[in-house]
């Protein structure tokens, strides 16, 4: 097993592939906020108890060698499901804040630099564990 197919690593790349594609979602909500009739869209957030119950489809899981284990699968999407932010539309019909938009843009941010802070320091423990 390489180590990018590691379970952890794997669950920590597809957070931040889904925190990558949600900041380009947020970016065509800021960019558009002037569009007549426009409304904001979000990607459907990530359910970590749907991840832990093996709802996902990727077989990527975890090997439960003992019945107290708890099997762990990760999803193999690169789509994420999109779905439209409630707000209030202006005269023109424009329902994007530029203020939630971008508190919504900053936390994405700071969620992606931890996913990747994690990731960098899984590999750097895995690398001296087998002593590299």
């Given amino acids: 097993m390489s180590m990018p197919d590691v379970p952890l690593l794997s ?7 889904w925190l990558h594609q949600r900041q ?21 957030a990530q359910d970590f108890s749907d991840i832990l ?3 996902t489809t990727r077989g990527n899981a975890l ?17 994420f499901e999109e779905e439209t932010t409630p707000g209030q539309a202006n005269p023109n019909g424009n329902a994007v804040s530029l203020e ?3 508190i919504k843009v900053s936390e994405t941010q700071a969620q992606f630099q931890a996913a990747a802070n994690l990731y960098a320091k899984a590999l750097t423990m895995m690398k001296t564990a087998i002593g590299h």
């Fill in 11 to 17: 669950l920590l790349r597809e957070r931040m592939t």
């Fill in 63 to 79: 090997r439960a060698t003992d019945p107290r284990h708890i099997a762990i699968s990760t999803s193999g999407h690169t789509q």
């Fill in 24 to 44: 380009d979602v947020l970016s065509q909500n800021v960019a558009n906020a002037d569009t007549p009739g426009y409304v904001a869209r979000d990607l459907k």
């Fill in 53 to 55: 119950s093996g709802e």
């Fill in 100 to 102: 939630q938009e971008m």
